[in-house]
């Protein structure tokens, strides 16, 4: 199939999504697709990202709608009005949108980006929600429910987030791991700092701290690449997720392909994906810290014997088979 996945992925360290369509393209390759990051006129299927076609660059809804018709997206299908595509006839290939939930609840405020999705999730032949919450919270703002639709977490690359070879004691200090590319207050930095209080307990964050939260205890390792947080992450008992409202998170999937159990806020997708190799925070953190510590074993069991799940294989085969009934379907 000739894949364009039209997105401008970096190397340096940034944004789930990011990292997520990265490990796609190169596995979708793997499997022998042909995949670019542009369409050209042998382009089949397009996947479009959320609202943006690169870090901070937003999809522009006229270009999307010229490409539905023309298969271009050109300087002048930028000021072209949308009613005036409508008049075409379907020329274009099929489009599927991977949908980045609902940016007003996970940034908790409203931007552009919450305008820009709806309106290209309108011109798309099928849509990937990154989870059910996704679904639900996007149909219930603005999406369309008409939309033939699939559910596809996220997955990451085997050969960068593997498991320790043996998980390290518990016996005299828990060693929890935690991970954000954004300083929003909304990623849960006061949970952590709190956490990192907890006697016994040993907090590291890898990526950029909120600059109105005092870390307290915890131990700043600055933005990381994808290896170096990987190799972090295997020094940890357990990842520490207290973000509200993230569709799918995809420091959860890396750090349960590297074998970590996963403490977890319940909001968002979060509890979806963790399932039961995790344990969500209790009123009490030192309450969430003992349970952590009493199932450890089970936990750490668990995430092993489900670690096919987060891996981008998985994920890119089930993004194959949404290609296919986008082509079947076409509309």
């Not at 006129?41 to 660059?57: D, H």
Request: net charge positive.
């Amino acid at each position: 199939m000739n894949i364009c996945i039209l997105f401008d992925t970096v190397d340096v360290p940034t944004g789930g999504g990011n990292q997520f369509l990265k490990a796609l393209i190169a596995e979708l390759a793997r499997m022998g697709h042909d995949v670019s990051t542009r369409p050209t006129t042998a382009t089949e299927v397009v996947l479009l990202n959320g609202f943006n076609y690169a870090s901070g660059r937003r999809l522009r809804v006229r270009q999307v709608a010229e490409l539905r018709h023309s298969g271009r997206m050109s300087l002048v299908g930028r000021v072209l009005p949308l009613s005036y595509f409508k008049t075409l006839s379907r020329g274009g290939p099929v489009l599927v949108h991977r949908v980045d939930g609902v940016p007003e609840l996970t940034r908790g405020h409203r931007t552009a980006a919450d305008d820009v999705q709806p309106a290209v999730n309108r011109l798309v032949d099928h849509t990937i929600f990154q989870s059910q919450f996704c679904r639900t919270s996007f149909l219930e703002n603005g999406g369309d429910p008409s939309k033939r639709s699939s559910v596809v977490n996220n997955g990451v690359d085997p050969d960068i987030f593997f498991p320790a070879r043996n998980a390290p004691s518990t016996e005299r200090v828990l060693r929890l791991v935690a991970a954000s590319w954004s300083p929003n207050r909304r990623k849960g930095f006061a949970t952590l700092a709190s956490l990192s209080k907890v006697p016994r307990t040993q907090v590291v964050f890898a990526g950029n701290w909120c600059p109105e939260v005092d870390p307290e205890r915890v131990e700043l390792a600055g933005v990381l690449r994808s290896h170096e947080l990987a190799e972090l992450m295997r020094t940890a008992h357990a990842l520490v997720h207290a973000a509200w409202n993230e569709p799918c998170s995809n420091t959860i999937v890396e750090a349960m392909a590297c074998g970590l159990p996963v403490v977890y806020r319940d909001s968002g997708g979060n509890a979806e994906l963790v399932g039961e190799c995790g344990v969500p925070f209790a009123d009490d953190l030192q309450e969430t810290v003992t349970s952590l510590s009493g199932d450890y074993r089970v936990l750490t069991d668990r995430v092993r014997r489900n670690r096919h799940r987060f891996l981008v294989g998985r994920a890119a085969r089930e993004y194959v088979a949404a290609f296919q009934d986008a082509v079947d379907h076409r509309c």
